[in-house]
């Protein structure tokens, strides 16, 4: 494999947290940048539009007063998500307030866009795209992403149906740049089980729902402490692409989790009121919370995972 680009280097642990719609914000960002490892969130997540200029704004300083506080453990960079897909109209405002912070990095999810990837290029941020299959990933590369993030069965939100160890061994036989594995990571032996199968980093979503900065609701949190992988539902009903979810939000909704209807994929919304409003009754979430345990501040969750990595390696001598 090629050797990570500078941005991706020296992290406390080999993990960039994933953006969740809603739930991440500029308060739970600086707090998984500061405790070692890559924080992002959806551009998206700022409503209405103007207010992502201040957020952006309040992440950078609180990663820059970190820094100046602990020069011998600065922060980790912190990532922003773009939606590419045409339903979103916000885009061309988002990605010129990211030229105006210089954001390191660049999530792109549904949809790969040459010109998104060299605008990003031009202020010196690298892009790492989200795939559910090995197409996908050809098709980012050749439109001039940096790395993929693999998708894979298990995943909190929009997942894929591929197992880990198979999607990662397609796309290493020919990539060997930035490649990241999603999918029910919520241990530190995850963490190194993704990069014994090839990937460089784990992508974590799910078991930062339950922390203190996560802008969830309290019963939100408490249910993904009560659940398991048995508990999650794969559906594309809500936003018309396939994703999992928390059997006890549908349920709540007044809705049979096992017999849920199909939806019409055209009908795809991530801009708009509707899909804001089926991620904030019908709460996303992947197979890896058995291992969450408590409503922890972000900290000690990737102290933990960090304590769970070195035992890891220590057990296989690695």
Known sequence: MM??????????????????????????????????VVGSMPALNARPAELLDEWLAEI?????AHNRA???????????????HKSNDRLEHDMAVCAKYKVPIVITSLGAREDINQAVHAWGGIVLHDVINNTFAHKAIDKGADGLI??????????????????????????QGPLLLSGAIG???GILAAQAMGADLAYIGSAFIATEEARAAQDYKDMVVAST???????????????????GSILKAGLDPDHLPESDPSKMNFGGNAAAKAWKDIWGCGQGIGAVKAVLPTSQLVARLAAEYAAARQRLAV
């Open 3 to 36: 050797a990570l680009p500078p941005i991706l280097r020296g992290l406390r642990l080999p993990v960039v947290a994933s953006p969740m719609f809603i739930l991440s914000t500029p308060k739970l960002v600086i707090a998984q940048c500061t405790s070692g």
């Open 60 to 64: 950078t300083e609180g990663i820059a």
């Open 70 to 84: 602990h020069p011998d453990r600065p922060a980790a960079p912190y990532a922003i998500n773009q939606i590419v």
């Open 150 to 175: 693999a998708v894979a069965t298990g995943a909190g939100g929009h997942a894929g149906v591929k197992n880990p160890i198979a999607l990662i061994a397609e796309i290493r036989e020919w990539f």
């Open 187 to 189: 241990t530190g032996d």
């Open 229 to 247: 992988s048995d508990d999650i539902v794969y559906t594309n009903l809500f936003t018309g692409v396939h994703g999992n979810y928390l059997r």
